[in-house]
């Protein structure tokens, strides 16, 4: 017996959204549609990473299908997740990252920002999109950007030397922090260029801002919960 042509299972970090391969996605778009809205009442306006299975898809196509579900559904879909395992652990953590940006009063903004515009927020923020070459954001809480960051970032912006500034592609012109500022080698103007995901995050330590990557080891470092070298060999002793 033939399945549907559009199939939800749950895994590790969110939804499985596995797709016919054949259908047109005009049509591929409307299944999607009337298969969450048959499903709205289960999710409870939960925040999820989605991975979609069965075929390629193109990155507007990725951007309709997100669009169809949320508009469907209760669900926030905080990041489309590729199949390949090493990659799960950076999307945790930034999925991770989001959500205490949001508890801490944050907001969500989802769309890119493109040359020429600023976002300007009180609080965290976290941005489900690109933040282009000539794009600004500035905020006086964190700044979670679950795509590409090749514009200006500005977190902490009433002073606090606490906030982050995290992103899942960390190509900035220029990054600041309270009142420390770091700049790109390379300041470019404009950048098409596809980047490979690779996650990073900066922060403040010893007066200092540290870029470096999304895993466990750097947060335990940023939230100083790493054990000091004393005390990791009198445990390893």
Known sequence: MKSGPVMIKSNKYGLVVRLDGEMPFAELTEAVARKFKEAANFFQDAKMAVTFQG??????????????????????????VDERPEEAEYYEHAIRLAGEAEARQGQFYRGNLRGGQTMESETSIVILGDVNPGASVVSKGNVVVLGSCRGNVYAGASGNHDCFIAALVMK??????????????????????????????????DNHIHV??????????????ADAPEEKKQKDG
């Open 55 to 80: 075929r390629v898809l193109t990155k507007d196509q990725e951007d309709r299908l997100v669009n169809a579900i949320v508009m469907n559904s209760r669900i926030h879909v905080i990041c489309i």
């Open 172 to 205: 900035p012109v220029q990054i600041r922090i309270a009142d420390k500022m770091a700049r790109s080698a390379i300041a470019k103007r404009s950048d098409n260029a596809e980047y490979a995901l690779d996650p990073k995050i900066a922060y403040i330590k």
């Open 212 to 225: 470096k990557n999304l895993v466990r080891s750097t947060l335990e470092d940023m939230l100083g919960t």
